[in-house]
Nanobody, 127 residues
Framework: QVQLLESGGGLVQAGGALRLSCAAS????????MGWFRQAPGKEREFVAA????????YYADSVKGRFTISRHNAENTVHLQMNSLKPEDTAVYYC????????????????????WGQGTQVTVAS
């Protein structure tokens, strides 16, 4: 069992930046692939970014490539999402997710592949 707690959300003007953090507790964090997803009102949850357990591979949604960066710090049991050049369409609740068994690239993009989820943190980008 892994517990995930997101932080760092808030209100920011378009063009601004936020850094989300996800703190993990429980099982060995370094064994888990980590992902960020988001859900805007009235929309389905969508993939944002993910990172493999060994930090070797990162994955991004096309909509955030070049603006967002995912990183992990296994010694601190944390994963971060640095979000730059924010746009109003980035407004959503952002969720951290973890899973120990992701292998194929496509699995990182699918919310159904992740077993553990945080409660989410709200990000609002004002125009």
């Amino acid at each position: 069992q892994v517990q995930l707690l997101e932080s760092g959300g808030g209100l920011v003007q378009a063009g601004g930046a936020l850094r989300l953090s996800c703190a993990a507790s429980g099982r060995t964090f370094s064994n888990y692939a980590m992902g960020w997803f988001r859900q805007a009102p009235g929309k389905e949850r969508e993939f944002v970014a993910a990172i493999s357990w060994n930090d070797a591979n990162t994955y991004y949604a096309d909509s955030v490539k070049g603006r967002f960066t995912i990183s992990r710090h296994n010694a601190e049991n944390t994963v971060h999402l640095q979000m730059n050049s924010l746009k109003p369409e980035d407004t959503a609740v952002y969720y951290c997710a973890a899973d120990p068994l992701l292998y194929y690239n496509y699995e990182y993009y699918e919310s159904s592949e992740y077993d553990y989820w945080g409660q989410g943190t709200q990000v609002t980008v004002a125009s």
